[in-house]
DNA sequence: TCTGGGGTCCTAGGACCC
DNA sequence: TCTGGGGTCCTAGGACCC
């Protein structure tokens, strides 16, 4: 067996830098984009950083900044930054065959096995994010270990310098580590890192040198695998299957509380709508869904709570779906309560095929194998015409025509590589 | 003033079974 | 007084990630 090595590969500050790419006027100035509803920041250009902008900011507290024109300012526009890693994505084979897409702006590469010493390594991390500059315009960093973990730490490293780092040394490697904090480590988020300061573990490097199977029943399995793989023996595997998610989840926090049940009603009926066209583009079908309210997180009353129900029969079909969220929420719903953010989530995903197969011995909705085929070929229509007429040309009328859970949006740039007429036009000079 | 959205996995506890 | 010991399956909740 071969020493394994793994790269993490992550574009650099990612929304920013695709709004960046048709906008030359922008190369250096400060970018920000906001959340949903615009919101709060999500993503800030090295300038914006610099500015101070701290990730997670209320809009509103820089609203002063955007309007003198000191910050260009964003909304998310999700299908164009889509686009962008999805081309990124397809490059990564020509260098490696193993890559496990891990978000929308990172992937692990696997380089074990491809004849690479210690000489060629280094060139070829240079390459490749060389490589997809030019050709895409998005900068990006790569970090080497022997395994993901490490590979993730060597990426936050290259990040801060010329966007490489190789942390297969081992001296090299402890040096390194012992420079990290312990909340920076992958896998430890804001609850455990104080739990592992009271055990006096401050680094990563404090953490590599604990025994993993006193970590193992202090904190899991998790932390112990953590222990082992800092200390370069490697766990966790690159998950390079086709991804098959095992829920789809539709959420939006609306701009202005909610409290009469129509409107939510339309909000609910529109996320189980769209999470059913997803299972249905997945090929997948829902065993159930569960729906979710709940108030502000900040306010001293935060309600929040859900329901689940089980369908007869695993199903993408959306009326079924939206009537069974509707029951759901009109068991939910309380009067008077400022509702702030709804949640619909389909679980327990199957293969849809494999579930047909299976159906004839399962089924107890009392309908046809005709009625079963019936409702998947109108599926299969309001699909199709909602991919060629353009996204929610054909609804369901419990989803509302007015929509008020709807917010803004206000700086949501072209859908530059997405949309026919919003492509970005040469002037011949 | 405002404070995102979409996932995965583990753990603990209860029901149930032999 | 004593009133087994496991195993599985399911669900809710917590923790993490980007």
Redesign the pocket.
């Known amino acids: 067996m071969s020493l394994r090595i793994y790269g993490l590969l992550?574009c650099n500050n990612f929304f920013a830098s695709c709004e960046k790419l048709f906008r030359p006027d922008l190369a250096d100035k400060p970018v920000v984009v906001l959340?949903?509803?615009d919101?709060?920041v999500?993503a800030r250009s090295p300038e914006a950083k610099q500015l101070g902008i701290a990730m997670?900011e209320?809009y509103?507290?820089i609203k002063r900044l955007a309007e003198s024109g000191k910050i260009a300012v964003f909304s998310s526009n999700f299908s164009f930054y889509g686009d962008i890693s999805n081309r990124i994505m397809q490059m990564l084979y020509r260098w490696v065959p193993l890559v496990e897409i891990?978000?929308?702006?990172?992937a692990f590469l696997e380089f074990t096995n491809l004849g690479l010493d210690s000489e060629t390594i280094t060139p070829l991390q240079q390459e490749i994010i060389v490589t997809i500059k030019k050709w895409t315009g998005i900068p990006v960093s790569l970090g080497l270990g022997p395994t993901m973990t490490l590979a993730?730490v060597a990426n936050d490293i290259a990040k801060k310098g010329n966007g490489i780092c190789n942390l297969m040394d081992k001296e090299y490697r402890n040096e390194i580590l012992s420079r990290i904090e312990i909340g920076q480590?992958?896998?430890?988020?804001?609850?455990?890192?104080p739990k592992m300061v009271k055990l006096g573990i401050r680094t990563a490097r404090d953490l590599a040198a604990i025994d993993p199977l006193w970590m193992r029943r202090e904190l899991?399995?998790?932390q112990e695998q953590l222990v082992r793989e800092l200390n370069g023996e490697h766990c966790i595997d690159l998950n390079n299957a086709p991804?098959s998610?095992?829920?789809?989840?539709?959420?939006?926090?609306f701009?202005?509380t909610v409290d009469d049940f129509q409107t939510l009603a339309e909000a609910v009926a529109t996320f189980a709508a769209q999470a059913c066209e997803?299972a249905r583009s997945d090929g997948t079908v829902a065993s159930g869904i569960y729906v979710h309210l709940n108030t502000?997180?900040?306010?001293e009353s935060y309600l929040s709570e859900?329901k689940?129900q089980?369908f007869d029969r695993a199903t993408a079909h959306s009326p079924t779906v939206i009537r069974t969220a509707l029951e759901l929420l009109k068991d939910l719903f309380r009067q008077g309560t400022p509702y702030?953010?709804a949640?619909v989530?389909l679980l327990n995903l199957k293969d849809n095929a494999v579930t047909k197969s299976q159906g004839i011995l399962f089924d107890m909705d009392n309908k046809t194998p005709e009625e079963h085929e019936q409702e998947e070929r109108l599926m299969e229509s309001v699909d199709y015409i909602n991919r060629t007429m353009g996204k929610g040309k054909l609804f369901f009328c419990s989803q509302g025509m007015k929509q008020y859970w709807r917010g803004a949006s206000e700086h949501r740039s072209p859908g530059y590589t997405t949309h026919w007429n919003e492509l970005p036009v040469v002037k011949a000079k």
């Open positions: 992550d959340s949903n509803n919101g709060v999500v997670g209320a509103f507290k891990y978000s929308i702006d990172e993730k480590v992958w896998g430890v988020g804001r609850r455990l890192a899991g399995i998790l991804s998610r095992k829920s789809i989840q539709v959420s939006r926090s701009h202005d997803q502000s997180r900040y306010k859900g689940a089980g702030k953010k949640t989530i």
